[in-house]
């Protein structure tokens, strides 16, 4: 089996692009835990024995399933020398990373993205997080996987709706540090919609290849690596407020995307023509840029429970250009017709 390997210091992961479908078991004796939900269990996991299967979406994303992770490994008597390696989407990766964060002050993670979303974002860089009351993420840790594995055939069978949410989070990557990638997203677009695997190799290491640098300086989140979040506090809190029933995350984020290139623009500090750029990428990956029926001050309610602000003040990640980024704080006043 060929595979390419990825080192990340502070992440202590390795990233594996790999061609053939395995799933990985552990090569040193230690007792595994294998979590799945009902969508990914079907497909990857009917050997298994005595898996933890999930229920899928958001709105099982909560104290439910880390419980059911736990309560699988104690009645199986597993150690913190054990091993939860989840195979799912985003939200599968982020329940079983918080799971394994929690269970005895923390024991191994393996995880084995099977979206585009959590290859190119959530398996990357140790954030984890369930919902609490609504809120997206509201609680959660920072706990590398020690071992990221990559099967991108898997991405042939993504329904269409789920392959676009994760390409938010690649358009998004491109504008905070790959020129390039920028590039082959604007005139590679018949392939990446043909779900070309060479392109989407290359598309994803160079994903992980950002993201990596920026969180092996900054694990924690206290300092570069808040620019991770553009888009994020709006699309964030457009997912409260639908209670997860409306857009998917991705969708959330290009639409967030949007509103912080507008919001630059309304501050002077996105160059309108850079602003405009990034919007038609969006519209020509077939993001919304607005939604029908949405009341602003709901959204603004939302953004006040959201993780990044300090002090009570809402701050945002804007940018002046392609790899000039910022996060600065905005009074809510400037959010006046921005939020659409």
Known sequence: MESRIFHFGHSS??????????????????????????????L??????????LPPGERGKGWRAVEAIHRAAL???????????????????????????????GNRLVLVPTTLLAMVDAAIGGKTGVNFRGYKNFIGSFYP??????????????PEK??????????KTA?????????????????????????????????????????EGDLREGGERAILNLGHTFGHALESVQRFRGLTHGEAVGWGIARAMELGVKLSLTDPGYA??????????????????????????AMRMDKKRIKGTLRFVLQRGLLDTIVMEVEEGDLVGIIR
Request: net charge negative.
């Open 13 to 42: 992961s390795n990233v594996m692009l790999e061609q053939v479908f395995r799933l990985p078991s552990p090569g040193d004796g230690a007792s595994c835990l294998y979590i799945y939900d009902r969508n990914t269990f079907p």
């Open 44 to 53: 990857f996991g009917k050997t298994d024995s005595d898996p933890v299967i």
């Open 75 to 105: 009645d199986r008597g597993l150690g913190r020398d054990s091993i939860f390696l989840g195979v799912g989407g985003g939200i599968v990766c982020d329940i079983t990373a918080f799971a394994s964060s929690i269970y005895m002050r």
């Open 145 to 158: 996987a020690e071992g990221i594995h990559i099967f991108t055939q898997v991405l042939e069978s993504l």
């Open 162 to 171: 789920e392959y676009r949410s994760g390409l938010a989070e690649v358009i």
């Open 175 to 215: 504008l905070l540090g790959d020129a390039e990638l920028f590039r082959i997203l604007a005139e590679q677009m018949p392939g990446i919609n043909a779900r070309d695997r060479s392109i989407l190799q290359d598309v994803i290491m160079r994903c992980v290849a950002v993201k990596g640098r920026i969180v």
């Open 276 to 301: 405009d750029s990034v919007k038609d990428l969006l519209v020509r990956y077939g993001f919304r840029l607005t939604v029908t029926g949405l009341d602003p001050f709901s959204i603004v309610k």
